[in-house]
C-alpha cells in the first residue's frame, strides 16, 4: 500500500543492501520506521515483541527467518543442516501461538528444504520459498478484497435505496490491515477496494485493548487512504449496533478450524454475540493459511496466548512534546491477567471471506471452496 505516496510491503528485501526489511509497528502511527532484521534470533525476538504482528505478516516473518536461519545453520552435512532447520522452526513456532499462518509457514519452509540435495541448493530453496509465502500472501489478500467488495456493494445499493446519501458503516475489531499482511490485509482489503470504486464507506474502529492496534494501526492506515472512519472504545460496538449505525461487521482471524470456528484478537466473541443480537452481518476475512484443517472445536482445541500483565496495567502513547511514552494505569499492587485472542463460534459468523471467494462458516461449505481438505 502507499505511504505518502511511495509503495511499501510490511517486510521485504532491500534489492540494493540485500537485507531484509521491515517497517517497525511498535512505534506507529506516531512516527514510521523501517528496521532490518539480520539473523534468525533477532526474527524470533521481532514477532515475539510484536516489530511485526498481524497473522499473515508473522507467517511471512516465519517464512524469512527460515531462511535466515538457513544462513546460520552448520553446513558440514545435509543431516546437520536439516536437524538446525527444524530447531530453528521449533524456535519460530514458540514465539507466537495462536495464528495458523506461522506454523503452516515454517512447515512449509521445512517440506521444501528437505527436497534440496546441497546446502547450497537448500539455502536458495529457503530464499525461494520465502519470497514465494509473501508474494502469496499479498496476493491471496488482493483477492479477499475483490471478494469482499461485492458484499459492500450489495449493502451500499440496498442502503441507498432507505437512506440515501449515507455511506455503508463498517465495524472492526484489532488490525486485519495491510499492517497484518505484506499487503492489502484481510478484513480491511475489501474496505480499501470498495472506497477506491468509489462506494461510500465510513468505519468504526475498536481501539483494541490492551495494544491498541486499532487506535494505532487501523486508523493510520485508514487516514492515509483517505478511509473515513471514527475511532472508538472497545465497549461501544453493542451500543452502535442497538442503533442500527452498524450495517456489517468484518474482522480478520488467526486460525480458523474446519467447521469455521475463528480465533481472533480478544473482544471479537463480544462483537459477534452483540452482532447476532442485533441482527448485523458478522464476516471474517481470511487467507486460506489461517485455516486449520486438523482442528473441528475452536473453543477446545486452539491455543490462546497469554500476554504480559504489564500490557494490561500500562498503556503507550505520545506526549505533547512528541516523545514516546508509557504510563501505568492501575495501582502499584494490582496485577492483570493478559489473554490476547477469543474464539467465535461458527454460528455466529455470516461468512468467511477467502482468496477463493466467500462461503457459510460450516464444514460442508469450507470443503466445498477447499477440496483438497476433504478426507
Ligand atoms: O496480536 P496481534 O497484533 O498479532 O493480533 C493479531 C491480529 O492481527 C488480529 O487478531 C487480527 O484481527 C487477525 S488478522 C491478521
Redesign the pocket.
Known amino acids: 500500500m502507499l505511504v505518502d505516496g511511495v509503495h511499501y510491503r510490511t517486510i521485504w528485501i532491500d534489492k540494493d543492501s540485500g537485507k531484509l526489511c521491515m517497517i517497525n509497528q511498535l512505534v506507529l502511527p506516531h512516527r514510521f520506521e523501517i528496521v532490518q532484521c539480520e539473523t534468525h534470533a533477532a526474527m524470533c525476538a521481532a514477532i515475539k515483541d ?1 516489530v511485526v ?6 507467517g511471512a516473518s516465519a517464512g524469512y527467518g527460515m531462511w535466515l536461519g538457513a544462513l546460520e545453520a552448520p553446513s558440514s552435512s545435509l543431516s546437520e543442516f536439516d536437524e538446525a532447520m527444524v530447531l530453528f522452526g521449533d524456535a519460530l513456532k514458540a514465539t ?1 501461538p495462536t ?1 495458523k499462518n506461522l506454523a503452516w509457514a515454517v512447515d512449509r519452509q521445512l517440506a521444501a528444504i528437505k527436497k534440496g540435495t546441497s546446502v547450497k541448493e537448500k539455502i536458495a530453496i529457503a530464499l525461494n520459498t520465502a519470497q514465494a509465502i509473501a508474494d502469496e500472501d499479498a496476493e491471496f489478500c488482493r483477492r479477499i478484497g475483490e471478494h469482499g467488495k461485492k458484499i459492500i456493494q450489495e449493502l451500499a445499493g440496498a442502503k441507498a435505496k432507505t437512506n440515501p446519501g449515507e455511506p455503508v458503516n463498517i465495524l472492526t ?4 490491515g495491510w499492517l ?2 505484506v499487503d492489502y490485509g ?2 480491511l482489503s475489501p474496505v480499501f477496494a470498495a472506497h477506491d470504486s468509489g462506494i461510500p464507506v465510513h468505519v468504526w474502529v475498536d481501539e483494541t485493548r490492551p ?1 491498541n ?1 486499532g487506535a494505532n494501526l487501523t486508523a493510520w492506515e485508514l487516514s492515509r487512504h483517505g478511509v473515513p472512519h471514527s475511532l472508538i472504545v472497545d465497549n461501544a460496538g453493542g451500543h452502535l449496533m442497538q442503533h442500527n449505525m452498524v450495517d456489517m461487521v468484518i ?4 486460525r480458523v478450524t474446519r467447521c469455521g470456528d475463528a480465533a ?2 480478544i473482544g ?1 466473541y463480544l462483537k459477534a454475540v452483540a452482532a447476532r443480537d442485533c441482527g448485523v452481518p458478522f464476516y471474517v476475512a ?1 487467507p486460506s493459511s489461517t485455516f486449520d484443517f486438523a482442528m473441528r472445536d475452536g473453543v477446545a482445541e486452539i491455543p490462546i496466548e497469554e500476554r504480559d500483565g504489564a500490557e494490561v496495567r500500562f498503556v503507550q502513547g505520545k506526549l505533547p512534546d512528541g516523545s514516546l511514552a508509557s504510563v501505568q494505569i492501575c495501582p502499584d499492587d494490582t496485577g492483570a491477567r493478559n489473554w ?2 477469543d474464539v467465535t463460534p461458527a454460528r455466529l459468523i455470516t461468512g468467511l471471506i477467502s482468496e477463493r471467494g466467500v462461503c457459510r462458516a460450516s464444514e460442508e461449505a469450507i470443503l466445498e471452496l477447499f477440496q483438497e481438505h476433504r478426507p
Open positions: 510484536m504482528r498481524g497473522a499473515g505478516l508473522i507466537r495464528a475489531h484489532c488490525n486485519a497484518a499482511f484481510s478484513a495494544r492496534q474482522t480478520g482471524a488467526d481472533n484478537k471479537t481470511l490476547g485472542f
